[in-house]
């Protein structure tokens, strides 16, 4: 049985930091694996080691698979790496426009005229850059990742499931030895979970040799072995039909310091809204597609939904309708906080009253924004902070990084970040305002399950603390607070 990563008593650091200490690994042939643990950042920085994106500085890491490849490229005269035979499915993706210029802003997807500006799934497959010849083509990721239907969509019309399916097609394209995926199941529903097992079944029984970071209720059953991550190192090995659900992650977190956080939230003064949402016969409508047909939902001070549906069944549509941000609200009759869209209200009075959660909002912003000033943009409701701020703002910024132990982060730009932090910045971003209507959208994505936990929990004590309406989109129920007691579910953008 050949060898095809094989790593020996290594110390890794990522950004100056200490990430592992004495890890031992070996991957064989025909061995397929999932790698779980308490930290995200931890499982993420281990791929990145495999892919050669850590600095190792004491051991070895080796990957023989790529040696004859290598041999023969050189032969020939032409420049190669080992990272040909390595295709990566990372949770942070971005997409250009036509123009090769990775300017979008959120509002973007819902303006029908600006969307057009960027590439559809098809074009966006087309450039992919394919080094090494194989079975893999872009008619046979269109059938296998189920994107035949959506190849003349444009990119930023995509669901957050959609953008993952395709993810895994520009990786698969480039016909892999290996394939590594970070945390691939993020953002997909209940059905398209259960499908991606299928989905990795026909991948290894094409050759490709598979590794996930996942969590450990999730593995699918192509994986042959598990690596359990922690203390900077793989704590064990197991044979997947030996695995069970591991003890240290059935963790109970208390949640954040009760009294910093309630002095940090405030009710709001001339906030006694009589309705905070009434869409009436809401229909959103693309050309001959119906996005959304006749929706009627009404919002309540203080209520707590949950918006569900499988991945395309409207929820992000009718999101930007209560955001403010998609201009078919004004040919239909939407109240916001007590006031009907078009009656010479901005889109400025509707932001300042919510605060606004998900996970692609932090791409978003300008490279050079530090977390502080994310959080400080919440302020102004503007996509970074563009303007001075007093010595009361910048205190009340630092307190939200401080309640959620992110005050070394201050000087640190977004993106630097861990995923699952960037997701308590975008949050203290939100509740720094303390908004009348809070619309966490998979807030949690790309969290380990000790963070999904104590967001939870975090969601819970804010409920405790004010009365703050809540729209809670999730594809897990078990993210769901305890708090949401009302559900708007949708099917092919009609309430069921």
């Not at 993420?44 to 041999?71: D, N, S």
């Not at 019309?157 to 995926?181: D, Q, V």
Request: net charge neutral; with cysteine.
């Amino acid at each position: 049985m050949s060898v095809l990563i094989n790593i020996q008593n290594a110390t890794v650091k990522q950004l100056g930091k200490t990430v592992f200490e004495g890890l031992y690994f070996g991957w064989d042939e025909g061995q397929h694996w999932a790698v779980v643990g308490q930290s995200g950042a931890l499982l993420t920085a281990f791929l990145e080691t495999i892919l050669g994106r850590t600095l190792v500085t004491h051991g070895l890491v080796e990957r023989p698979f790529t040696k004859t490849f290598q041999r023969q490229k050189s032969l020939v005269g032409e420049i190669n790496s080992f990272r040909d035979l390595i295709s990566v499915v990372s949770q942070q993706y971005s997409f250009r426009n036509k123009s090769n210029l990775q300017n979008f802003y959120y509002q973007q997807r819902f303006n029908a005229m600006e969307s057009e500006e960027t590439a559809t799934v098809f074009d966006y497959l087309n450039e992919v850059e394919v080094k090494v010849p194989g079975p893999w083509d872009i008619q046979s990721v269109l059938d296998i990742m189920r994107l035949n239907d959506l190849k003349e969509k444009s990119l930023i019309k995509l669901s957050n499931g959609e953008t993952r399916r395709l993810a895994i097609a520009s990786a698969l394209i480039k016909n892999p030895k290996i394939l590594l995926m970070d945390q691939p199941l993020t953002g997909l529903d209940v059905q398209s979970r259960m499908d991606f097992g299928d989905i990795l079944k026909e991948i290894v029984q094409a050759g490709v040799h598979v590794m996930m970071t996942t969590h450990s209720n999730e593995i699918p059953d192509s994986i042959t072995h598990v690596a359990v991550i922690g203390d900077k190192k793989i704590k064990k090995v197991i044979e997947f039909n030996d695995f069970n659900d591991i003890e240290p992650f059935k963790y109970y977190e208390n949640g954040f310091e009760y009294q910093l956080l309630s002095g940090l939230l405030k009710v709001k003064e001339n906030s006694e809204f009589k309705v905070i949402v009434d869409l009436k016969d809401v229909t959103v409508q693309y050309g001959d597609q119906r996005i959304l047909d006749n929706v009627n939902w009404t919002i309540m001070p203080g209520e707590k939904w949950a918006l569900k549906g499988n991945n395309g069944a409207g929820k992000s549509t009718l999101l930007s309708l209560v955001l403010g941000e998609n201009p078919q609200a004004y040919a239909n009759d939407i109240w916001l906080f007590d006031k009907k869209r078009g009656t010479g209200e901005s889109i400025w009075d509707i932001k300042k009253q919510i605060g606004f959660v998900a996970p692609e909002l932090s791409r978003f912003f300008p490279p050079n924004q530090t977390c502080l000033k994310v959080v400080l943009s919440g302020l102004f409701d503007t996509m970074g902070l563009f303007k001075k701020v007093g010595y009361e703002q910048e205190k009340l910024a630092k307190d939200w990084l401080e309640l959620f132990g992110l005050e070394n982060t201050s000087g640190l730009p977004l993106k630097q970040v861990s995923l699952e932090n960037q997701r308590f910045v975008l949050l203290a971003r939100a509740m720094i305002k303390s908004p009348c209507l809070l619309i966490l959208d998979e807030a949690a994505q790309g969290m380990d399950e000790i963070q999904r936990k104590l967001f939870r929990k975090t969601i819970d004590q804010v409920c405790s603390i004010i009365p703050v309406a809540m729209i809670y989109v999730s594809h897990y129920e078990e993210d769901i607070p305890a708090c949401v007691d009302k559900v708007l579910r949708l099917s092919k953008g009609r309430v069921v």
